[in-house]
């Protein structure tokens, strides 16, 4: 989960199933789970879940940071990078290769990533200290 702090709301991320009673089935061949995304409103404390065509995995999710000024929330699942617009409405993955075909690592089972709103960066800590200025109009949507 992360903070929205413009927005005084708290995203939360989950696994679910489409029926709610079969959410802790032990057989999850016949009730298997999606990625749900949901805002908590602090200030109605109400929760409602943000619309997705595209979900990411159900797999541990390591880290969830808002960008504030691109709108957008980045999640890094099991060492893919996802993507949620709030303008879009939807997911997308993101690759994890940088300049030289590298391949950038999150540090588990939870993810020293931070968000600096004043840089406009994310910063990791992972062996190296890695830097990631992004630039999500440049993401394509299907």
Do not use: H
């Amino acid at each position: 989960y992360c903070y929205l702090p413009e927005r005084d709301q708290i995203l939360i991320m989950n696994g679910k199933t489409e029926d709610a009673s079969k959410n802790y089935s032990e057989d999850q061949k016949k009730f298997p789970l999606k990625q749900v995304t949901f805002l908590y409103d602090v200030k109605s404390n109400t929760f409602g879940e943000l619309p997705a065509k595209k979900t990411p995995p159900v797999k541990p999710i390591q880290v969830v940071e808002y960008c504030e000024a691109q709108k957008c929330a980045l999640a890094v699942i099991a060492n893919e990078q996802w993507l949620y617009s709030f303008d879009k409405g939807d997911w997308t993955q993101l690759p994890m290769t940088i300049e030289g075909g590298a391949k950038m690592g999150v540090q588990g089972p939870y993810g020293q990533m931070v968000w600096v709103a004043k840089y406009g960066i994310f910063v990791n800590f992972v062996g190296n200290t890695w830097v990631m200025r992004p630039d999500f109009s440049q993401v394509k949507w299907e």
